[in-house]
């Protein structure tokens, strides 16, 4: 990446009701434990623990303070990262890693922590991740496609429902202030009453099954 853009991440981001079942069936996820010391008009500051190939069962009973003490032993890699706000898919990010001693501590003695497990799934020329969030942002679904230019003529698969790239709420730092639980209802009304959407500005969309062609 050069060097303009090597602080900045390009992506785009969508809700779905479901993991695709080649995932669940075939993929072993990365379990991540995050916490957000900072999280506050989409500004953030994170540090994320990651366990490789071990994944947990989601739900609202999957407490992240609770699954780090209990998995602490797997997890083998950490991050600090700070972000600025989203704007049209572009988002400052500066991540370094640190020791996975300093990052369990860390999350342990303070910030808004989160869990999720991540799938990873090539997708035409794109490579997916979709996070399945536990605790109380269970049982959101997102998907998201990051390049390191932006993310123009994108082909969606079908289980993206509808595109929430700049909608704030769905942040992995909004989350943490504001819990998928505390206004599910609320976005599922949003949905009935206004359908699904997809951003304009960014090419040509096209739509293709996640098994066509792969």
């Known amino acids: 990446m050069d060097e303009e853009h090597k602080d900045f991440e390009f992506e785009r981001r969508f809700f779905c009701r479901r993991l695709p079942e080649k995932l ?3 993929e072993t996820p990365t379990l991540i434990v995050q916490s957000y010391y900072v999280h506050e008009d989409n500004y ?8 490789n190939d071990y994944g947990l069962p989601m739900s609202a009973h999957t407490d992240a303070l609770h699954t780090l003490l209990e998995s602490g032993d797997r997890f083998t890699a950490a991050s600090m990262t700070a972000k ?5 898919g572009t988002r400052y990010e ?11 501590e860390l999350v342990l003695r303070g910030g808004s922590p989160i869990v999720k497990n991540r799938y990873g799934i ?5 490579w997916w991740n979709l996070d399945a ?19 123009t003529d994108l082909t969606i ?18 989350l943490a202030d504001r819990p998928f639980s505390h206004w599910k209802d609320t976005f599922d009304q949003e949905l009935a009453e206004h359908g699904p959407h997809f951003l304009t500005n960014f090419g040509y969309n096209r739509t293709e099954r996640p098994e066509d062609g792969h």
């Open 44 to 51: 953030a500051l994170r540090i994320r623990l990651q366990a």
């Open 133 to 151: 969030f536990g605790d109380k942002n269970a049982p959101l679904i997102v998907a998201e496609v990051e390049r390191s230019g932006p993310v």
């Open 122 to 126: 090539w997708l035409d020329e794109d």
């Open 84 to 88: 600025g706000p989203s704007v049209g």
């Open 157 to 174: 698969p079908d289980f993206c429902l509808t595109e929430i790239t700049d909608d704030a709420r769905f942040s992995n730092d909004g």
């Open 24 to 26: 669940t069936r075939e």
């Open 94 to 104: 500066a991540e370094r890693a640190i020791d996975v001693g300093i990052a369990q």
